[in-house]
């Protein structure tokens, strides 16, 4: 059976792929502000509200690592300010934002995206090595 491509199909067809990119395009943007949130909590030494942006199992390993109460833990941390945000790639519910000065790898969870990993920096030929991270 033989198929027509109407100019309505093609409409469509159209709109969906569009949808599509902005949908990914709407991703990257949060999670670059998640990522800029992170870096203003960082710089203002906020244990509490870092400790809010990270992934659960993430906190669970800062806690675990330090000994200590997340908010203690996370600003014992050697982690570099990471300033302006150079790109943001997504693919499905993670994402990698890089930085000036540092690298970060989030996760979205149903109350937005939260920091996986951070203090990360490439590694030729070999995964990240991140100075927070979970387990």
Known sequence: ???IITPLTM???LGLALTGC???GERAAG???AATAFEELLRSEDGTGLCAALAPDTRSEVEQSEQKVCAEAITAQDLPEGGDVR???VYGRQARV???GD????SRFP???KVVAAGCTPRPERPYDCVVEGG
């Open 1 to 3: 059976m033989r198929r």
């Open 11 to 13: 409409l469509c067809a």
């Open 22 to 24: 902005l949908g990914e």
């Open 31 to 33: 999670a670059s502000a």
């Open 87 to 89: 790109s943001a790639e």
């Open 98 to 100: 890089v930085l000036e």
């Open 103 to 106: 690298t970060l790898f989030l």
């Open 111 to 113: 109350d937005g995206w």
